[in-house]
């Protein structure tokens, strides 16, 4: 598929932020009219039909000047403190950009942990899930004030490529301030060529990526072709463009110089075969009912089993059996204690059965491998 056409196709599109965009490096002020134009952008790709989440830097920026502690680098202390004053700020600015286009603004906010740890990874992707299916936009940032450096991140590209992968985004885009990928760094060497299409990250391409640009950005081409892998992997198309203009979707759906990073996959194949490839911890029998359900391509409700085997938590890989053999490979909704107690009842009766309210179904439609 043609890059712009994956891209006017997209139903989930994943925008990453930088710091540099949003953030005036010189006075340390918000620049409006530049998110005034992203508000539009966004709009228009929801008009379109197209979920849409917002991955933002600019809580350190925005929040070191407000303490008098810019600029110059910042210690870990100092960054949380200012991230803590920041993410106000920043969370207003996106809920009064988008608030013009009666759109509700979400505020969420991850830590590496949270797509490392698979119970996390699989309650973060409910979050996103439901904050999507109630019409919101989610702003995603990392969790500046609690995350340490063995928790971190780093960089919003590598949290935007696995937020895009949480959230089964179709597309990413990279909003930076150089038009893609090229064979040197173009600011030092006239002759360095633009890559429009890449297909596969080798060791040439690699080679290629120098280190972060602007003042104030962590991340280079470097943590780019990082978040390209990741988000080939997950079966999402990966864009960088350049975003200082007023309107850079736009930009970008009219034909703008971009590098797409396109793989062979799309989200759900990618996701399918990626629980395929797990080892299973336990097995859940169902019944016929349950077996044509799944066959159809719904989800698995505790009313429909009869046996829990094995021992596993909650985002294990499992089997699913029916009367006539194995039907598909599954993330388990529930742990293997969990399970056996709200076998064979109704999802209604889950919050009596274990004491607190949980969810309907014991495993989701999108977390199968039929």
Known sequence: MA???RMQQAQRVAIKIGSALLVDAET???RSNWLQGLAE???????????????????????????????????LEQSQAAASVGQIRLAQAYQEALAKHQITAAQVLVTLEDSA??????????????????????IVNENDTVATDEIRYGDNDRLAAQVTSMAGADVLVLLSDVDGLY???????????????????TPQIEAMAGDAGSDGAKGGMKTKLMAARIAMQAGAAMVIAKGDVTRPIQAILEGGRTSWFIGKSNP???????????????AIRVDAGAAAALASGKSL?????TDVEGQFERGDAVDL????????????????????????HQSAEIEALLGHPGRAALVHRDDMAI
């Open 41 to 75: 952008d966004v709009a228009m790709l929801r008009a379109r039909g197209a979920d849409v989440l917002l991955i933002s830097s600019g809580s350190i920026a925005l929040g070191s000047r407000v303490l008098g502690l810019g600029p110059g680098p910042l210690s």
């Open 28 to 30: 340390g002020q918000l």
């Open 268 to 282: 759900k194949a990618a996701r399918k075969q990626w629980i395929s490839a797990m080892k299973p911890k336990g």
């Open 301 to 305: 409700l505790p009313a429909g089993v």
């Open 3 to 5: 890059p712009l056409i």
């Open 183 to 201: 064979s040197g760094n173009p600011r030092e060497h006239a002759d360095a060529t633009h890559h429009a299409l890449i297909e596969e990250i």
């Open 117 to 138: 740890n698979r119970r996390r990874y699989l309650n973060s992707r409910a979050t996103f899930a439901t904050l999507l299916d109630l019409g919101t936009v989610p």
């Open 321 to 344: 059996i029916g009367p006539e053999g194995p039907l598909a490979k599954a993330l388990a909704g529930y742990d293997a204690t969990e399970a056996r107690a709200i076998m064979g």
